[in-house]
């Protein structure tokens, strides 16, 4: 008979649920910086750079994050890159976080009209110009719900470094039902913490959403 109860339960996974936080967000902030270096580079660059921008982003959008994940864990060893399954996940999760990110910006840029990057031109603006202060402030207002949206997305999709041996919230449920052979209480818990991890970001993305709204007005 187990000798877990359920406040071990508890105690066990909210220590595994800060991996899950951790990793989400360093994903989410590596992947941002990546994705806004990378909708620069198509928005501005040559033929050949949104050419290659554009097979990053198609890559990683049409292939599973699991088989990403994969590759990294299993394929970096093969060339003499040692990884641990702590920067196997960051680094998978990085990529695929920074191609969908990429390709939710570019849409919000892209929404902004054309005058006004025919006035700010006329202005004398610079590209890097005309982003910060024309085109980003206006696109920010529409990426804002897709953007928060996403990152609960990220989130969920932590559980996938699971299968590479990181020790997050699904993996050390597995752990635990395996020990207490109760697998109905311990992935209740653990579809709690996740509710509870992801449902302040949607309230989040609510409030900005009405607060751009407002200030549009």
Sequence with gaps: M????????????LMAARWTVLLSLTAFVLG????????MAR?????WAKGLVRCYVELFQGTPLLMQLF??????????????????????????????????????VEAIGKGQWE????????????????ILPQAMRIAVPPTVGFSVQVVKGTAVASIIGFVELTKAGTMITNATYAPFTVYGFVAVMYFLICYPLSLFARHLEGKFRHVAR
């Design 2 to 13: 187990s000798e877990f109860s359920n406040w071990d339960i508890i105690y066990n996974l």
């Design 32 to 39: 941002g910086l990546v994705g806004l270096l990378l909708l």
């Design 43 to 47: 928005t501005a660059g040559g033929a």
């Design 71 to 108: 590759i990294v864990f299993f394929g970096l060893p093969l060339i003499g890159l040692d990884i641990s399954p702590w920067m196997a996940a960051m680094l998978g999760l990085t990529l695929f976080t920074s191609a969908f990110l990429t390709e939710i910006w570019r849409g919000c």
């Design 119 to 134: 006035a700010s031109t006329s202005l004398g603006m610079k590209f890097t110009q005309q982003m910060r202060y024309i």
